[in-house]
């Protein structure tokens, strides 16, 4: 079985950030948003193994072009598959109950 790099893009970094900051500051949880990044972590590397595991996400056009979502806790983490090079590239982390498409819409282009 063939393992994936994982790359996270510095966008993902920053909603990875923003989410620990929202949680323990608005929150006031710190211990939960240690337990939220760590769980958000351990998924993402969970995916050098068959990352084709997880199913494509519905919206369009981001189904067309490849891209994955796959759910942990209450965030959904996005994806595409490099085949080529074997790796993984992440490229945002959503909170669920957003608007996906639009949230997607807000994401850089050139992450894909």
């Known amino acids: 079985m063939d393992e ?3 790359r996270i893009t510095r966008q993902a970094r920053d909603h990875l950030r923003e989410i620990r900051r ?6 006031l ?17 969970s ?7 997880i199913h494509l996400t519905p919206e369009q056009p981001w189904h067309d072009r490849g891209v994955r979502r796959d ?3 209450n965030y959904y983490i996005y ?3 490099d085949e ?11 909170y669920v109950r957003r608007d996906q498409s639009r949230q997607l819409e807000l994401m850089d282009k050139d992450t894909h």
């Open 4 to 6: 994936y790099g994982i």
């Open 22 to 27: 929202y949680i323990e500051m608005e929150l």
């Open 29 to 45: 949880a710190p211990i939960a948003a240690n337990h939220t990044i760590a769980a958000i972590k351990a998924e993402m590397q």
């Open 47 to 53: 995916l050098k193994k068959m990352p084709s595991r």
């Open 71 to 73: 759910r942990v806790k």
């Open 79 to 81: 994806f595409w598959i």
């Open 84 to 94: 080529g090079n074997k790796k993984v590239q992440i490229i945002g982390v959503i």
